[in-house]
């Protein structure tokens, strides 16, 4: 169900960037952006925890600003992946990343689930 409802989240915050952040579009049709929040919702549930359990010095060492290094990473990769999606720039891919990060929590601490 976390895994739906983080599709769901990773949809609306496409939306929304799209919508409000300078710098990122989305041409695609409603299907490809279904395609787009799982392929975002595959990355950030499976890869990106592998990523933070293998490279803790990483992130303590930076004070936690390399999980937004990897959350810009993941984002400029699935961009390229997604042709309909076009990011222009370190600092729209980085608003993206803060906007997808709220949309994410504020939809995950409204709805209370149980895995």
């Known amino acids: 169900m976390r895994f739906f409802i983080q599709i769901i989240a990773n949809i609306l915050a496409i939306i929304l960037a799209a919508y409000l952040i300078p710098g990122i579009e989305f041409t695609g049709l409603w299907w490809k952006l279904l395609v787009a929040g799982l ?42 992946i997604i042709t309909d999606l076009s990011i222009s720039g370190f600092w729209p891919a980085f608003w993206a990343i803060a906007l997808l990060s709220l949309t994410n929590y504020s939809i995950n601490t409204i709805i209370d689930y149980k895995d």
């Open 39 to 80: 392929i975002l919702g595959i990355i950030n549930y499976y890869i990106k925890p592998v990523l933070k359990f293998f490279l803790p010095l990483f992130i303590l060492i930076t004070l936690g600003f390399f999980v937004t290094i990897i959350n810009i990473s993941f984002l400029t990769l699935f961009a390229s």
